[in-house]
């Protein structure tokens, strides 16, 4: 098995357990090399896992360096929060090491999210697993217009506005009311930034569906950001988003679910009355 060992540029992960991790890989057979978000050309075509190794900002980056190609990607605990991880190193056994190794894992395809009809900077690449943001610049907020296969939402009046996928309901999505979903669902989430308006509220769409997004503002500029990356924009600009054609390949161990992690990384439904 050639396995990738991805990290950011710049990170600072601690190399004892990465030298670990390394050594415990090369031990059992798995033949491994060093990538870095700087050069995304370095992954190749024949790895047949990547191991993104840092939180959950590193797991984006190593899916988006990957542009569409069908390698899985295991999220290794060497951040924070970490809610996309599957596993870290600590003091124990780590027998999820010879669960990689051996293929004892699974993978889940998660939705990713395709923008177009705007100009993107150079390197930037149009997909995106968590999330496309619209955020106003100024102090003016934004006149959104929403349409969902050409019918038109009302106006949101607000500071922006959202356009997440399962996987990315726990993330920005949930931080501003929008539902939580299983990350398998074929749905997009739409969810209003801080709205003007009390009787507006997230929507939930088709998978399928093509969602157009178009903007005023007295600043007559905004800010589009696609999970890491972002550039600014003038009034007047649409965008089109829609279910990209190919899916990141998400790695789970058989030993944990979406519902452990709600309970385990976000304290989801904790309540001191639980543990009496």
Same mark, same amino acid.
């Given at each position: 098995m050639k396995i990738a060992l991805f990290r950011r540029e710049g990170s600072r992960i601690d190399e004892t357990k990465l030298n670990y991790l390394a050594g415990r890989l090369g031990a059992l057979g798995a033949e491994t090399y060093s990538c870095t978000s700087a050069d995304e050309d370095a992954i190749t075509d024949d790895?047949?896992?990547?191991? $993104?190794l840092g939180g959950d900002g590193t797991f984006l980056a190593a899916v988006d360096c990957l542009k569409g190609r069908q390698i899985p990607v295991a999220g290794i605990?060497?951040?924070r929060l970490g809610f996309l991880t599957t596993a870290k190193v600590d003091e124990g056994p780590n027998s999820w090491i010879e669960d990689l190794v051996s293929g004892r894992f699974d993978t889940e395809p998660r939705l990713l999210l395709q923008v177009s009809g705007v100009e993107l900077p150079d390197g930037m690449h149009p997909y995106c697993l968590n999330e496309f943001s619209l955020m106003r610049l100024g102090p003016s907020m934004l006149k959104i217009s929403v349409s969902i296969d050409g019918k038109a939402l009302?106006?949101?009046?607000?500071?922006?506005?959202?356009v997440a996928t399962p996987t990315g309901s726990t993330a920005y999505s949930l931080s501003v009311g929008g539902p939580i979903v299983a990350?398998?669902?074929n749905c997009l989430i739409i969810c209003p930034i801080a709205p003007h308006n009390l009787n507006v509220r997230p929507i939930v769409?088709?998978?399928? $569906?093509t969602i157009e997004i178009s903007f005023t503002s007295k600043d007559?500029?905004?800010?589009m950001s696609f999970d890491n990356h972002g550039f600014n924009v003038v009034s007047g600009h649409s965008?089109?988003?829609s279910q990209a054609p190919h899916k990141a390949l998400y790695v789970t161990l058989?030993?944990?679910s979406f519902v452990d992690a709600l309970r385990d990384k976000l304290m989801w439904g904790d309540d001191i009355r639980n543990n009496k």
């Open positions: 790895t047949d896992l990547l191991l $993104s605990n060497f951040g009302p106006a949101y009046w607000a500071d922006g506005v959202l990350p398998t669902t769409a088709n998978a399928s $569906s007559n500029a905004a800010n965008v089109t988003l058989r030993d944990m």
